[in-house]
């Protein structure tokens, strides 16, 4: 049986309607998330922020939670892709890979102060989050260890060393671009890349 097409309005489609709500309530929720935190994060407040109805929220995301899960996982993988990008740009050796590591992520807050509130703050909170900085955590220690020679670590090593260097050095990151570490950039850095240094290479001396 054919599928009927899907009527258009001024030119959109009823799909590419659908896509467009669905990014805007993300946005909204990025926004809610990342600057009031969990408790600014309803679906009332969503809908007003993003524009639709009730009704429309739920065609796109089964509930808050989802939508929180989502906003998580978004913004989780923008961090990936860009310490996959900055730590390949680096030279092959874990010294260099370990500045550019922690160097990438500072930028990476920086430059939208939301990404540390959901990423961070947010996932030691919401009760929904509590295992998505786990999930998140093996990616971001396979985009520091792409090329270099350290030894692949088993999974629950993965695990717990990601875990380790993402949410405890993006909780250092985060606390800093807040002013409340009063270090140098460059002292941030390269304590902190010692610490990654030391966790990927155990056998090191330092």
């Known amino acids: 049986m054919r599928t009927p097409p899907s009527r258009s309005w001024h030119g959109v489609s009823a799909d590419d309607r659908r896509a467009q709500r669905r990014t805007r309530i993300l946005a909204a929720g990025t926004e809610l998330l990342g600057t009031g935190g969990g408790r600014a994060v309803t679906v009332r407040a969503l809908c007003r922020a993003a524009g639709v109805s009730e009704r429309y929220f739920y065609e796109s995301f089964p509930s808050r939670d989802d939508l929180v899960a989502a906003v998580f996982a ?12 900055v730590v ?3 030279p092959a050796e874990v010294a260099a890979r370990a500045r550019a590591f922690v160097s990438g992520a500072i930028d990476f807050f920086a430059a939208d102060p939301r990404r540390g509130r959901v990423l961070v703050r947010e996932a030691m909170t919401e009760p929904v989050l509590s295992q998505q900085g786990l999930h998140a955590a093996p990616a971001l220690l396979g985009a520091l260890l792409v090329d270099v020679s350290a030894p692949e670590p088993d999974a629950e090593t993965r695990l717990i060393t990601g875990a380790v260097l993402g949410l405890g050095i993006g909780a250092l990151i985060v606390a800093w671009i807040d002013g409340q570490i009063d270090v140098e950039r460059d002292a941030l850095v390269e304590h902190c890349a010692l610490l990654v240094r030391r966790a990927v290479t155990p056998s090191e001396d330092g």
């Open 88 to 90: 390949a740009s680096a």
């Open 74 to 85: 978004t913004t989780a993988e923008g961090l990936v892709r860009h310490m996959q990008d």
